[in-house]
């Protein structure tokens, strides 16, 4: 009778330990709902947290006129959160860059990326969609006040830009996303032609 009671609480205890082992080998459900993006755990020296690259559409014509031609060379890099900013939701400093391919107005540019996430674990554990949303300025090196046909005239050397990202985090290290972005001098200068441009990135962190 012993040897049974000791072989059936080896059993039960065996069957315990499996039920908790398959548990947690179960992936989390799908989850909906706003939530911080999670914070890189291996940035770059400790600063860079992210590196986007991609093609954008140049001057698309949303929020004024389609004029100039040529696809966009885009590269950004973002930056580990400063502690100071977690007043204002710790936005990720930015500075990147629009090389226009056929000579035609680009801009290199900086400021704040806020981001959050919108649903997670949806096809493997860890992984999210995702939206971001940035504030900052940038430099462009096309026309202000007088531009030959097929370019714009912009205003001024130094504009706002604005931009809103749609994105999935595949991986931990790689995201794809789609993104929006604006520049304009807001009404400020004499002319503000603005140039809207939109395409899809890759992410990758490091």
Aim: hydrophobic share 45%.
């Amino acid at each position: 009778m012993r040897l049974m009671a000791r072989a059936m609480a080896a059993a039960a205890m065996a069957a315990v330990a499996a039920a908790a082992n398959g548990a947690a080998a179960q992936s989390p459900g799908t989850t909906l709902g706003f939530a911080p993006l999670p914070p890189n755990p291996r940035p770059t020296l400790g600063l860079i947290d992210e590196v986007k690259a991609g093609v954008l559409a140049h001057d698309i014509g949303f929020l004024g006129d389609s004029i100039e031609r040529g696809p966009d060379v885009n590269i950004e890099l973002l930056f580990t959160s400063p502690d100071i900013l977690s007043v204002i939701g710790s936005p990720r400093p930015h500075l990147g860059g629009d090389i226009n391919t056929d000579r035609n107005t680009s801009d290199g540019y900086f400021g704040l990326t806020w981001g959050i996430s919108l649903i997670q674990n949806l096809f493997a554990p860890g992984d999210y969609l995702f939206a971001t949303g940035s504030l900052g300025g940038a430099y462009q090196d096309g026309f202000i006040d007088n531009a030959p046909f097929g370019r714009k005239r912009l205003g001024s050397p130094v504009l706002f830009r604005e931009s809103a990202e749609l994105g999935f985090q595949v991986t931990p290290t790689i995201s794809v996303s789609a993104i929006l972005d604006h520049i304009s001098n807001a009404n400020l200068g004499k002319h503000n032609a603005g140039i809207t441009s939109g395409g899809a990135r890759v992410g990758f962190k490091f």
